[in-house]
């Protein structure tokens, strides 16, 4: 069988999440030619490339604009001109990825190749398989398109909304948002503050903004200060490397030991040795703080689906969020003190849903063994 993951590397969840089902794919089907692509890479597509440089553009200099354009294409009316509009501009990139690798099944991570492989299929130029992993904690309508033969959504209030729409309840599976394996085995945390030179008793503090080092890191560095007990800050500054080089210069000079990494494939163990995560609210990191139970300090959400996934982090007991003008240092502080962390980290188990990568694998599965029986009884 043919399998086509197609990804979007508009931050790095969505690629998180093909990476995490592509893994258990491969250990269900040793057989199946399996490939993950990112549909907004300039060697796919110079203008969806160029359009991703555009949102990014957009992010950093008018994020209100972009808060206005979320809820607008939210609305039933607005949200399908949206979703027809990118649909129709991506389908030739989609259909040329569909008859260079005939695919059995379709799977998206992000709504930009969902609906130009949705398109292709109302439209009679493809019969694959169309599954959809949507990579949020709240439903908008630009996920939500005829054509697609199963989603996977991160709760039941999301399914039931999903139905409230009209879509079939049997193509509807609340399995959470699937995140790495890994996560599971990584139950030694004093072995990896051990391994991180973190002193014994010593909090640590680990501070990200994502792939692109967004999130205000300095700024929030520079607060931190103030706090007089020694801390452990890891900082991750992703693939910003002017932000690297600051944070290494405020390293030299804080009393807290500052510890720095660019962009890195060991934020899983990084966030297993932490005690507490300053981070903006993407939803494939809290699904990962989830799994980990660690407490989260939520902050700066790009206006939309991150302010959604604020929401329901902090509703479920697992983050605060700190708002413009609250004092970081003196929420740290806070939360270092007591038994709160303690609570936060249990709340955040139990929104955990660590297999949600295999259920989705084993669904997907199922539906691919059962597809030639129906094919035979067309």
């Known amino acids: ?61 008018v ?15 607005g949200g399908r001109f949206v979703q027809e509009a990118f649909a129709l501009v991506m389908s030739p990139v989609m259909r040329h990825l569909a008859r260079r690798y005939r695919p059995d099944l379709v799977l998206c991570t992000h709504p930009f190749p969902e609906g130009a492989a949705a398109r292709l299929k109302c439209h009679g130029e493809a019969d694959y398989l169309l599954g959809t992993v949507m990579t949020d904690y709240s439903l908008h309508q630009i996920w939500l398109y005829e054509g697609v033969d199963c989603y996977f959504m991160a709760t039941e209030e999301m399914r039931t909304g999903m139905m409230q729409h009209g879509f079939p309840e049997d193509r509807l599976v609340a399995v959470g948002i699937p995140v790495s394996g890994i996560l599971q085995e990584m139950t030694d945390k004093e072995g990896v503050r051990r391994a991180l030179a973190i002193p014994e008793g010593q909090p640590a503090v680990l501070l990200m903004g994502g792939g692109l080092g967004l999130g205000g890191i300095e700024e929030n560095l520079r607060a931190l200060e103030a706090i007089p007990s020694r801390l452990t800050l890891l900082v991750v500054a992703g693939r910003n490397e002017r932000l690297l080089g600051r944070v290494q210069d405020f390293a030299d000079a804080s009393h807290h030991q500052v510890l720095v990494w660019g962009y890195t494939d060991q934020v899983h163990f990084l966030m297993r040795g932490a005690d507490l995560l300053i981070t903006k609210p993407g939803a494939l990191t809290i699904s990962e703080a989830f799994v980990l139970g660690l407490p989260m300090l939520l902050h700066d959400p790009i206006p939309g689906p991150e302010t959604e996934n604020a929401i329901y982090a902090t509703h479920h007991g697992a983050a605060v969020w700190l708002h413009p003008g609250e004092d970081i240092a003196l929420a740290v502080r806070r939360l270092l003190q007591g038994t709160r962390l303690q609570s936060m980290s249990h709340a955040a188990i139990c929104c955990s849903r660590p297999l949600a990568a295999a259920a989705i694998a084993q669904r997907l599965t199922e539906m691919m063994m059962a597809r030639p029986q129906e094919v035979r009884q067309k």
């Not at 040793?30 to 555009?54: G, V």
């Not at 994020?63 to 009316?77: E, M, Q, T």
């Open 1 to 61: 069988m043919n399998i086509l993951i197609l990804t979007a590397s508009i931050g790095s969840g969505h690629i998180k999440a093909a990476e995490a089902v592509e893994t258990e794919l491969r250990r269900l089907q040793p057989e199946a030619e399996i490939t993950t692509i990112d549909f907004m890479s300039r060697r796919t597509s110079r203008l969806h490339w160029f359009m991703k440089k555009f949102y990014l553009v957009m992010l950093a200099f």
């Open 63 to 77: 994020p209100n604009l972009y808060d206005v354009f979320y809820h607008l294409s939210g609305g039933a009316s």
